[in-house]
């Protein structure tokens, strides 16, 4: 029992060191960003949109 | 042209050995010989069989020449014959170009050699020479010869030849000490030539080249003539067609050559002079002037420079006028530069700056101070008019100098002094620290009226004027920087700019950050000029941290309040109804509808309102310390006198957006403002 | 025990609002972004055709190059040497606008080259992209 509350904060710690790196650059953020872009620059259709815009977490 | 003799040479060589080492076996001579290399030729697995009907065929495994390989070499002869006398072949065909007929001899006591290659349409390629030792000479002869058939002496890495013909003669001639004379006289037709991108490459060329040179001791003596007379050349970034011409003279010692003097025709653009030193082992100019008058700048300029400065602020400009140039380099470095301007100006497509009708004579040199008159006649800066003037530049080596000057602009002026330009490094971080210009100076601006401003900028029409004391404006290579203030006379009040800072100036988003201060505006005017329903009253504003891109706000921090004193305070029934309908749809004031119907004035004690702007967003905020209601709402107007009325806020954010577009219609007055 | 419950859960809540925090939106709208990319897509009215073309293509670094210029007639080759580099210049200065905009300017290499995967990604079919060091057709 003890062992567990002396890991879980551990398990967090690691947990949001992991996020940190997720953070220092929100890719899935950058990559809608950039369709945006795209999209606008190259005057694209919706339609030709292809659905790989991936949530990521 | 030694390459060629070389060769020759080296093909004599093969012949000699031939003849010392064949060997007989059944009906047929067959002789074989591993290698004959030398620094610029090697070829290996070299077969003659002669056969007994008197033909011959000389076969070569692999032969390099330069770095070019060619594989399976070989060359028949339908009839061979090899007397002590002579060495001939008839009838000849060389596998590489099956269609054409070789035929070559060359006696063995005369030392003649004669050789032809004819091949369909008219081609023909004939060498003769007599070829003794003590004074040799061959000339090559060429009629519709195909130009690509020359590929192999070019270096691999020069784009490849595709077409085109030449006719003409070229003539060599020396003794046993080497070449003594060279001489070339040929006409190119319908040439082309592409590498691999197609970043160089011609189409259709047309020309004459002309050119000989003479042996004296150790120095050769040349001239030559070069005619570019038709087609097109994209030689990276450069896109150049016909009507050039070069001719020249000079000399050469295995080491320099001097080009005595050169005259280069530039199509469109005019005539240059240039002589110069040549390093040839470094490939660098030691030495070099240039020289020419009457150029036009408009097309030297568009031709020659711009493509190279797809990057700077120059990439858009064009330039007019003409100008004599002379100019002398040596050690690396401009030593100096005579530049005579008659009517020269440059003007940015962008509209951004233009300066006309310059006129100068300028005489810059490295190492000695002068100073240069500059007039113009006018010109333009971001859409306002200038007008005439001219300045004394001062220069010392690359430090120029305007002690003082003026630019008449609009119907004000603005006075630079101290006016420094030079080159320096930036300081890290940069790219590759290379070296600037810098410039800095500084200046004041004589009163501009404020109506001829708004009307330039297209902006609805203010009285007053525009004034500033500048201590001093500097660019670093990155930056503009004022110090001091830019000073505001509008609406009779005051309107102080500081801390201005243009970053990424000739850049598309330039960045300007700086502070403003605004004291006793005059609120009848200002609600006049903007159609905004009237207000008396006096007004300071202070908008810190303002940061604006491509002239639009990236975010600040704005508050506006009744300025302090004792002044008659009224507003309008209109400019409450405007007030309250900027807060948008969902804003309300707290005013009865009903109650403003009585009245067309208001008395108020104060009004005060703040924005603090970040990512397209307006957090507002009404008169200092009125923050405490609780509900979250804020006065914008407080109410004092009779009849009074207070106007409150409650919308805490706005898109800034929304915030213009709700002020632009209330200022047109076109919509109904809307009152909840 | 207790109090290592709270860090524990102190713990997971930052957690949890860094997420939130890489979740949000890149922030693109700004008067920079805007300026840059009403130049670029002004400037993709003259480049398509060249993309369609072959003569130029996109990179994998999120930029552009002239990939064969014979595909272009010889007097219009400066006029795409040039268009080559203006796009190049507004792209260089579109992703370092983003990174500043967003207050991170060491993001500008990883925001380049999500843009140099997304442009190669939404790439007509007939382009020229690259793609490992060589230059395929979509």
Redesign the interface.
């Known amino acids: 029992m003890k062992k567990f509350w002396i890991a879980l904060p551990l398990a967090a710690l690691a947990l949001s060191a992991c996020v940190t790196i997720n953070i220092y650059f929100p890719a899935a953020a950058a990559e809608k960003a950039a369709d945006k872009i795209i999209e606008e620059v190259w005057q694209m259709q919706q339609s030709d949109k292809p659905a790989t815009v991936k949530e990521t977490k | 042209m030694r390459y060629l003799t070389r060769i020759c040479r080296e093909a004599l060589i093969l012949f000699g050995m031939l003849l010392i080492c064949f060997a007989a076996r059944g009906s047929e001579l067959t002789l074989t010989i591993g290698d004959i290399a030398s620094p610029a030729f090697r070829a290996s697995g070299i077969r003659l069989a002669l056969p007994t009907d008197g033909s011959a065929e000389l076969n070569i495994a692999k032969l390099n020449v330069d770095q070019r390989e060619f594989r399976r070499v070989r060359v028949r002869c339908a009839r061979f014959t090899l007397s002590p006398s002579q060495l001939a072949c008839r009838q000849g065909r060389l596998d590489a170009i099956p269609d054409a007929r070789l035929e070559f001899s060359y006696g063995f006591a005369t030392r003649q050699l004669q050789a032809s290659l004819l091949a369909p349409g008219g081609e023909s390629w004939q060498v003769s020479g007599q070829l003794a030792e003590s004074a040799w000479q061959l000339a090559v002869q060429l009629r519709q010869a195909q130009v690509r058939r020359l590929s192999f002496l070019l270096p691999t890495k020069m784009p490849q030849i595709s077409q085109g013909a030449l006719t003409g003669v070229l003539r060599l001639s020396g003794d046993a000490s080497g070449m003594q004379g060279a001489g070339v006289d040929l006409q190119l037709v319908q040439t082309g030539f592409?590498n691999a991108?197609?970043?160089h490459?011609?189409?259709k060329l047309g020309g004459k080249v002309s050119f000989t040179a003479k042996r004296t001791g150790f120095v050769w003596n040349w001239q030559g003539n070069v005619v570019w007379q038709s087609g097109?050349?994209?030689w990276?970034?450069?896109?150049l067609t016909g009507g050039h011409a070069l001719s020249g003279s000079g000399s050469f010692d295995g080491r320099v050559i001097n080009i005595k003097q050169a005259l280069v025709q530039l199509p469109g653009a005019g005539q240059v002079q240039l002589t110069g030193l040549w390093n040839v082992p470094p490939a660098s100019l030691q030495e070099g002037s240039l020289r020419g008058s009457g150029l036009d700048l408009a097309a030297l300029f568009s031709t020659y420079a711009q493509?190279y400065l797809?990057?700077g602020s120059l990439?858009d400009a064009a330039l007019y006028g003409h100008a004599d140039v002379a100019a002398y380099y040596r050690r690396g470095e401009l030593q100096s530069l005579r530049l005579n301007l008659h009517e020269a100006g440059i003007s940015d497509a962008s509209h951004r700056y233009a300066l006309l009708g310059v006129n100068s004579d300028i005489d810059w040199r490295l190492d000695a101070a002068s100073v240069a008159v500059i007039d113009f006649a006018g010109g333009a800066l971001l859409g306002a008019p200038i007008g005439a003037g001219q300045w004394r530049v001062k220069m010392d080596g690359l430090k120029f100098e305007v002690p003082q000057a003026s630019l008449q602009i609009l119907d004000g002026s603005l006075n630079l002094q101290d006016f420094h330009l030079q080159r320096a490094p930036l300081p890290p971080p940069c790219d590759g620290c290379t070296p600037a210009w810098h410039w800095a100076f500084s200046a004041s601006l004589l009163p501009v009226s404020m109506d001829k401003i708004s009307q330039t900028a297209g902006w609805p029409v203010m009285l007053g004027t525009l004034a500033a004391r500048i201590p001093k404006v500097s660019y670093d290579g990155h930056a503009i920087k004022v110090e001091g203030a830019l000073l505001f006379n509008v609406f009779d009040g005051t309107v102080v700019a500081t801390g201005l800072e243009l970053n990424d100036a000739f850049?598309?988003?330039p960045?300007l950050s700086g502070n403003l201060a605004m004291r006793n505006l005059d609120l009848d005017l200002l609600t006049r000029t903007f159609s905004f329903g009237n207000m008396q009253g006096r007004l300071d504003a202070d908008v810190k941290k303002l940061q604006?891109?491509?002239?639009?706000?990236?975010s600040f921090e704005a508050r506006l309040y009744s300025s302090a004193g004792r002044y008659p305070k009224k507003i309008s029934q209109k400019a409450v109804q405007n007030i309250s309908s900027l807060g948008g749809s969902g804003a309300a004031a707290a005013i009865q509808r009903s109650f403003l119907g009585f009245f067309e004035n208001f008395g108020y004690d104060s009004i005060g309102w703040s924005c603090i702007m970040r990512?397209?967003i307006c957090q507002m905020g009404g008169i200092e310390g009125t923050d405490g209601h609780g509900s979250g709402m804020y006065e914008i107007v407080r109410g004092g006198g009779i009849p009074a009325i207070t106007v409150m806020g409650y919308n805490r954010s706005v898109s800034w957006v929304e915030l213009t577009q709700r002020l632009k219609r209330v200022t047109q007055g076109n919509a109904k403002p809307v009152v909840q | 025990m207790k109090k290592l419950l709270r860090y524990t859960t102190a713990m997971l809540t930052l957690t949890v609002s860094l997420n939130v925090m890489a979740a949000a939106d890149l922030?693109v709208?700004?008067?920079?972004v805007?300026?840059?990319k009403s130049?670029m897509q002004a400037r993709h009215a003259q480049l398509s055709a060249y993309y369609a073309s072959g003569a130029v293509g996109l990179t994998a670094d999120g930029m552009i190059a002239?990939?064969?210029?014979?595909?272009?007639p010889?007097?219009a080759?400066?006029s795409v040497?040039?268009l080559v580099?203006?796009e190049n210049?507004?792209r260089g200065?579109l992703y370092a606008?983003i990174a500043n905009a967003n207050a991170h300017p060491e993001w500008q290499a990883e925001i380049r080259s999500t843009f140099g995967q997304r442009w190669i990604q939404r790439a007509q079919p007939g382009w020229w992209v690259q793609s490992n060091g060589g230059w395929m057709q979509k």
Do not use: C, H
């Open positions: 592409s991108d197609g970043l490459a011609a189409e097109e050349l994209f990276q970034p450069l896109y493509p797809e990057k990439s850049g598309r988003a960045r604006l891109q491509d002239w639009q706000p990236l990512n397209g | 922030e709208n700004t008067p920079g805007n300026a840059i130049s002239l990939r064969d210029a014979s595909a272009v010889m007097a080759r400066q040497n040039a580099a203006a210049q507004d200065a606008e």
